[in-house]
């Protein structure tokens, strides 16, 4: 459903000024295979694209998809790794004027059946079955809840599906400013929700990123978060690549050591990570030798990274931290940018971009509206009148300053703070405080339950060595200026955090966790 319509009118201008464009993206991808065919476009750890290879295999898919007779606007998923199948599908959608919904592959029954349903899918793609989880039988489960699901594909079959099919050469003439594109929240409670985007949406957010990279000419980007969930692991590092005429390199499955040998082999110069993965990246390169030289940002995005983290991966790698602020429901209504400086990257979000309107409630939560968002949830009116405001604003849930130069500040979470005794405590004051200590390679808070003070605090920790003291944690915290109220009373070690299928840290989780131990 639209939060709030794009009068003619509106569009009129943002088309008219630049902000949008009258074509959909495939064309960009089309006019980048003439002006760039036999470039490398995409690489996965199966096969290696150039522009050209690319386009043609779009528009086979598309002929593929056209031919199923589906109505304009249906529903097609992809549960698939991190592959070029995800870029290949999009744009093929794009061309027969269908909707893409990219589905991630740590999915099971329960979310796989929830999105299928939510967004009444017409083709579903499967990955293959593995000696791990049988996709097959997943489906033949699923089959009945599902009325509207008329095709049924496995991708290592996509040869033969395709074949006999016409190529769709891009005479589509479809609207940009319909939804085509749904990127799924990482579902931190709950079910995951499907928020849908135009392809105007996406060309004003990727244009607006690839000025904050102040680029001279093409470059290698790599994604490292999953290529199945959202703007993190797919729009930033593979589709802003792809129509700006750089290379994608696509890291199938997370893992320290293989990133950092693609990034040295690939000569790549821009990586998008979640903090959690530049926190790993940082340790294993402590004990190895490799050539980074070509690495000058890394775009960091689901969570905070904490300033001395920042400064110390920036002068182990000789790049720099380009933090990113926003959300799958809401956009992004705020960058930071190459030349920014090093002081503010560390502690904001960057400044507010252009065509935003912006606002930090009563409360100081962040809200804000532009051409990077303009709809709401699939199918969901319950949920996205929650999280819009009545004049059609996000309400992000995040606390936030603005600074006297005009950058913003996250300083916490609204629905993350602690309160204990009456005093109001934000998680993520003490996090940034508590990674700066050596012992401690990731940290974070979260409140438990207390029959005195309502709430403590409880630090969860992962320790560089085990058997970290609490008190030796506190005694740090309070020789950095932390009141006693804000002390944590309660440390709990973990080998490694919980995630959601975005690569962030689950403090959901976390927090069911701790509540289950002693």
């Not at 109505?71 to 992809?78: L, Q």
């Not at 190529?167 to 594109?181: K, T, Y």
């Not at 750089?246 to 990034?263: C, F, G, I, Q, R």
């Amino acid at each position: 459903m639209t939060i709030r319509a794009v009068t003619d009118a509106e569009i009129r201008e943002l088309t008219d000024s630049g902000v949008w464009r009258s074509e959909k993206l495939y064309h960009v991808l089309d006019e980048n295979a003439a002006r760039h065919g036999d470039r490398l476009a995409v690489a996965d750890g199966h096969r290696r694209l150039t522009y050209r290879q690319f386009a043609d295999a779009t528009q086979l898919l598309a002929g593929w998809l056209s031919g199923l007779g589906l109505p304009p606007g249906s529903v097609v998923a992809v549960q698939s790794r991190s592959s070029a199948l995800i870029p290949l599908m999009h744009f093929a959608c794009d061309r027969a004027d269908l909707t893409f919904l990219p589905l991630s592959d740590a999915w099971r029954s329960r979310e796989i059946g929830h999105l299928l349903k939510k967004s009444a899918a017409r083709v579903f793609i499967s990955p293959p079955d593995s000696e791990h989880f049988s996709y097959s039988g997943m489906m033949a489960e699923l089959r009945g809840e599902l009325p509207d699901l008329d095709v049924v594909a496995v991708s290592t079959s996509l040869d033969e599906i395709v074949a006999g099919s016409t190529p769709i050469r891009g005479s589509h003439q479809a609207s940009p400013n319909e939804p085509r594109m749904c990127m799924v929240t990482s579902g931190t409670s709950g079910l995951p929700k499907i928020s849908l985007y135009t392809d105007n949406n996406l060309w004003y957010f990727l244009t607006t990123y690839v000025r904050t990279l102040e680029q001279d000419g093409p470059e290698v980007f790599v994604n490292l978060a999953p290529a199945n969930t959202g703007s993190t692991g797919y729009l930033f590092p593979i589709l802003t690549p792809l129509l700006f005429g750089s290379t994608s390199v696509m890291l199938e499955h997370w893992n320290p050591v293989v990133a950092l040998d693609l990034m040295e082999r690939e000569k790549v110069a821009v990586a998008v990570a979640v903090p959690t993965q530049v926190i790993k990246l940082l340790d294993v390169a402590k004990n190895r030798r490799i050539d980074l030289s070509t690495l000058r940002g890394v775009t960091t995005a689901g969570a905070p990274l904490a300033p001395e983290v920042a400064a110390e991966v920036e002068r182990a790698f000789g790049c720099k931290i380009l933090p990113m602020y926003g959300a799958t429901d809401g956009g992004v209504p705020a960058f930071t940018t190459v030349s920014d400086p090093a002081e503010k990257r560390y502690v904001s979000v960057g400044k507010i971009i252009p065509n935003t309107e912006f606002r930090l409630s009563a409360e100081g939560e962040v809200q804000w509206r532009n051409p990077i968002k303009t709809l709401g949830y699939f199918n969901d009116d319950t949920q996205t009148e929650a999280a819009f405001t009545p004049d059609g604003l996000y309400r992000s849930g995040d606390l936030g300053k603005l600074d006297e130069d005009g950058y913003l500040r996250i300083v916490g979470r609204a629905k993350d703070l602690i309160i204990r005794g009456g005093q109001n405590i934000s998680p993520r004051e003490i996090e940034d405080v508590v990674v700066g200590m050596e012992d401690i390679a990731e940290a974070a808070v979260v409140g438990i339950p207390d029959a005195v003070y309502g709430e403590r605090v409880c630090l969860c920790v992962v320790p560089k060595e085990p058997g970290l003291p609490l008190d030796r944690v506190a005694g740090y915290l309070r020789d950095r200026g932390l009141p006693e109220f804000m002390i944590p009373e309660r440390m709990v070690e973990f080998p490694e955090f919980p995630v959601n299928s975005g690569g962030k840290v689950s403090k959901v989780d976390l927090r069911a966790s701790v509540l289950e131990r002693p």
